[in-house]
């Protein structure tokens, strides 16, 4: 072999290389273990208060849409947005326990819609819901809650108005009527 062959081996070799190392796929490098972003929902700080965020959207014919929200710590507001297809209803509040935010959207009967909800935490979607209710030309009885989405907690306390039970003597006698 002469020397100007012998330069072309090494150089072929070299360019098989090259070319063969950009058909394998590199080893992926591992990056280190982040802490998870905290649940806004899991903080509880005394006196902490948080930005809540609802959404509601009806795509579809949604007359008389009602939405219903925690407005803060002990009370509900609802509003009666016009929810045309593609349009957002949102409102704010501040609550100290993010854990009852919570909202319904419903549409009157007989319309039918795709209604979606969302729930924001401290920027952060901790609750969301979509269901389509179809359209019917008669009331359902037996389903009071047809045509309504909930999201997040329930608005309602249950029990927030109800006396604590009053436990009879141990000696069996019936209590005072008070």
């Not at 209710?133 to 045509?147: E, G, H, N, Q, Y």
Request: aromatic share 6%; glycine share 6%.
């Amino acid at each position: 072999m002469s020397l100007t062959e012998r330069g072309w081996v090494p150089t072929a070799a070299l360019a098989t290389l090259i070319v063969g190392s950009q058909l394998i796929p590199a080893s992926a490098l591992a990056d280190p273990e982040d802490t998870p972003p905290a649940d806004p929902a899991a903080q509880g700080e005394p006196g902490l208060m948080h930005n809540v965020v609802y959404r509601a959207r009806a795509d579809g014919t949604s007359r008389g849409a009602i939405v219903a929200y925690k407005a803060d710590d002990a009370n509900v507001n609802s509003e009666q947005p016009t929810l045309l297809p593609g349009s957002t209803f949102e409102v704010n509040t501040v609550l100290s326990d993010p854990k009852v935010a919570g909202m319904t959207v419903s549409v009157d009967w007989p319309y039918g819609s795709n209604l979606h909800c969302e729930i924001l935490v401290d920027d952060q979607i901790v609750a969301q819901a979509d269901q389509f209710i179809a359209p019917r030309l008669f009331r359902v009885k037996d389903d009071p809650l047809f045509s309504t989405l909930q999201c997040g907690a329930p608005l309602e306390t249950p029990g927030a108005d109800v006396p604590a039970p009053v436990e009879p003597p141990a000696d069996g006698a019936v209590p005072p009527a008070a």
